[in-house]
């Protein structure tokens, strides 16, 4: 970065200010202008909003000669901005906003106001995507990865730490749970007909509110935490990451948000100032309900289409056999030359497991260059007990049987658990797209697929199959569910008003047949339960659920008024005369140079329901048929 504009002033309290402008672009010397500054964050009415952006206001002096206009720009990302207050205190890190360049016809000087924005508003536009490619992202991702990649969307390289104080059974508490838990990068993708991109907004939040964290910029890097953590410890220690999620060579920090704040009689400071301090109450929620849709999986083979970068490698795959195979110009999918020997070519990396009862879908899409050529495909259930392997009969359905049958010539029409199609007709090229639905699976267990030549013996083979995609993926069932809804309810004094059903792209789920299942550690082991500080192990969104309505299950006292003085956004705040209560930001305004905080300040809680019964909630887990609707109040 270059530096092109600063301007430096002291306020009230002689502390020093300092604002920086910078273009990536620029060459020369930097220019000293005259301005101020206010820090900003989004209003909110919840503090456990999971995304908590903000801005910088200046305003700077513009004349005749150094009017500002090269800070338009139809690239938003184009010009970052620093604030540091007191030296070494770094309190903004964003991007100037071309919007609001004003030009005087007619004075020659006048004042201009640029908004600056962290970046976090951009997320809403921007899809999920690798940065620099615009790819889609496939297969497994960290939490810890997924944010990573989000933020890169910003183009601001900060720092990101962590603290999350809740763990999966078998993780410990010395492990960071954003980095030991897997999430299927397809499940950003909505279940629309186009298959679009979710936005990095609904990602960012799918991830870190099913833990009941937020996000916000403080002291110029990304902080994740969590406000009902906070209520019991200001002091939290944080997992220490770059931006591009790898561990810092201090990986953890520790810090303690705690602030007093009271008047200036009582010798506080901050303290009270313009006498417009006030306090109100918002009204306790009754009940509330997460919507957890499971998405089921488009395909178990993340590289179905066969896509390589060499000859050795296919993604996804082991080459069993190269005699046989080679490939396109253009990598996409394998050509399996025809031959007389039964040979094994090509075979799944990792077996798929699934739950008894399941139904698969097998679909193929293959060309061939000879007449009435074979595509030899094997699709087993390695069970426990007993191998399976499916058979299918001439209405491309099929069973899985004990059975192998298996000649050395592969000519028994439909009597091998091999799929065989007829690839060519006539001379004419046929491209064929059968699909076989499998009865239910007899036990849990893994589902192998294996590619083997046609081992045609009927005449001398000339040619190739050139296989374009192989795809294994279910059928739904269960009278098609389609997720769960977890309803919670204060039973003692419960509140009228609810909260609007929060709808979750995650969650526990044992079967790999849905994509919103959250994974362990090893990326194969589904999560089925969950701890915070205490020893009770439940599902993550009973979780969710429950940090919700210890937060909320009572009355809120909600603090507004100026301060006079520096406070954090990022703070967990002890207000003298209002005995045994904390509060946190929901609204924020920083003056810089008046050093005035304009605050709303809302009442956290953690320990409403007791730990080890949760005696204070009606917990109710009930199954999404497609028609969620708002909870209500029983009593």
């Not at 207050?85 to 016809?105: A, C, H, K, M, Q």
């Not at 201009?112 to 995507?129: A, E, K, M, P």
């Not at 010539?409 to 439909?414: A, G, R, V, Y």
Request: negative net charge.
């Amino acid at each position: 970065m270059a530096l092109k504009y600063w301007f430096e002033f002291t306020d009230v309290q002689t502390i020093v200010h300092k604002v920086e402008i910078y273009n990536d672009d620029f060459v020369g010397d930097s220019t000293q202008i005259y301005g101020s500054c206010a820090l900003t964050k989004a209003g909110t009415k919840d503090t456990l909003e999971s995304i908590r952006g903000g801005g910088l206001q200046i305003d700077l002096e513009a004349t005749t000669l150094l009017s500002f206009n090269d800070l338009y720009s139809e690239n938003e990302r184009e010009y970052s901005v620093k604030y540091t207050r007191n030296g070494t205190d770094l309190l903004f890190y964003g991007w100037v906003s071309p919007e609001g360049l004003i030009e005087s016809f007619v004075d020659d000087t006048w004042i201009i106001s640029l908004d600056c924005t962290d970046g976090l508003g951009f997320l809403t536009n921007l899809s999920y995507v690798e940065n620099a490619t615009g790819l889609q992202f496939v297969g497994k991702q960290s939490g810890l990865e997924i944010i990573t990649n989000c933020l890169k969307r910003t183009n601001l390289q900060q720092n990101i730490y962590s603290s999350i104080d809740i763990y999966y059974t078998g993780m410990t508490t010395t492990e960071n749970v954003l980095a030991n838990t897997y999430f299927n990068a397809n499940r950003f993708v909505k279940d629309d007909n186009a298959e679009t991109y979710m936005n990095c907004d609904e990602v960012l939040r799918s991830v870190i509110e099913i833990f009941g964290a937020c996000i916000t910029q403080y002291k110029g890097d990304w902080y994740i935490y969590k406000p009902n953590e906070l209520f019991d410890n200001s002091e939290l220690t944080f997992f220490a990451y770059d931006y591009q999620g790898l561990a810092l060579a201090t990986p953890t920090v520790t810090i303690d948000f705690a602030q007093g704040l009271g008047s200036q009689i009582n010798n506080f400071y901050p303290h009270h100032v313009n006498k417009n301090q006030q306090l109100t109450i918002d009204s306790a929620i009754g009940a509330y309900r997460i919507n957890y849709k499971y998405g089921l999986v488009r395909s178990f083979i993340g590289n179905n289409l066969l896509s390589s970068n060499s000859d050795t490698d296919i993604p996804d795959y082991n080459i069993v056999d190269d005699t046989y195979l080679s490939f396109p110009v253009d990598r996409q999918g394998v050509y399996i030359d025809s031959t007389t020997v039964v040979s094994e070519v090509l075979k799944l990396t990792d077996g798929i497991f699934l739950e008894a009862g399941s139904f698969i879908r097998f679909k193929s899409r293959v060309i061939s260059t000879i007449k009435e050529n074979f595509a030899r495909f094997e699709v087993r259930l390695v069970a426990p007990t007993q191998t399976y392997y499916l058979k299918i009969d001439t209405l491309l359905s099929g069973d899985f049987t004990q059975d192998r049958v298996f000649s050395g010539t592969w000519e028994t029409s439909q009597n091998y658990i091999s799929y065989s199609t007829y690839a060519q007709t006539s001379t004419i090229l046929l491209e064929n797209r059968p699909l076989i639905e499998a009865n239910a699976l007899p036990e849990s267990g893994q589902i192998e697929l294996r590619v083997f030549t046609s081992g045609r013996s009927q005449f001398t083979p000339t040619g190739f199959m050139h296989i374009k995609e192989l795809n294994i993926s279910p059928v739904s069932s269960d009278n098609n569910i389609q997720g769960e809804n977890h309803t919670f309810q204060i039973t003692d004094k419960p509140s009228s008003k609810i909260k609007d059903v929060k709808k979750v792209f995650n969650g526990d789920n044992p079967s790999d047949i849905y994509i919103g299942t959250i994974y362990k550690s090893d990326e194969v082991t589904p999560t089925e339960t969950w701890n915070r500080s205490d020893s009770r192990q439940v599902a993550i969104l009973q979780i969710m659920g429950e940090e919700q309505m210890k937060m909320y299950g009572k009355p809120l006292r909600v603090f507004s008024g100026d301060v006079y003085g520096y406070i954090d956004y990022l703070s967990v705040i002890a207000i003298d005369g209002i005995s045994n209560t904390l509060f946190m930001p929901i609204e924020y305004e920083y003056n810089a140079q008046t050093n005035i905080t304009k605050l709303k300040l809302k009442q956290i809680l953690n320990n409403l329901l007791p730990d080890a019964t949760y005696s204070g909630i009606d917990y109710e887990l009930t199954y999404d048929y497609g028609n969620v609707v708002e909870p209500t109040i029983v009593g």
